[in-house]
């Protein structure tokens, strides 16, 4: 079974920044499209960056507008979304999601991880 961890959520002050991890099993990081989602209660699951195995990424603009950046460490295995400048409307369960085909789309993920909560508050 194909396991995505999270880590790095917590609570965070409005301006601040949090920076989340996702370890990714070694067949997968190499190969697969990697991607965060984020969801708030009543909502659905909405789509925040895309990073390619080869390191090509893309970002909903409308969430991100330059506060945040996705990244990978390839000796690692790791997927990172770097978050700035954070919002109380960025509280949300944030998840790590592989795909093979280079989709933003919930469906077309193949795994995902469990998520990791941010709290935007004062």
């Known amino acids: 079974q194909v396991q995505l961890v999270e880590s790095g959520g917590g609570l965070a002050q409005p301006g601040g920044s949090l920076r989340l991890s996702c370890a990714v099993p070694?067949?997968?990081?190499?190969?697969?499209?990697l991607a965060w989602f984020r969801q708030t209660p009543g909502k659905e699951r909405e789509f925040i960056a895309r990073?390619?195995?080869?390191?090509?990424?893309?970002v909903d603009d409308d969430i991100v507008k330059g506060r945040f950046t996705i990244s990978r460490d390839n000796a690692r295995n790791t997927v990172y979304l770097q978050m700035n400048r954070l919002k109380p409307e960025d509280t949300a369960v944030y998840y790590c999601a592989a795909s093979t085909s280079p989709t933003i789309s919930e469906s077309g993920m193949d795994y995902w991880g469990k998520g990791t909560l941010v709290t935007v508050s004062s």
């Open positions: 990073i390619s195995w080869t390191g090509g990424s893309v």
């Open positions: 070694g067949h997968i990081f190499s190969s697969y499209n």
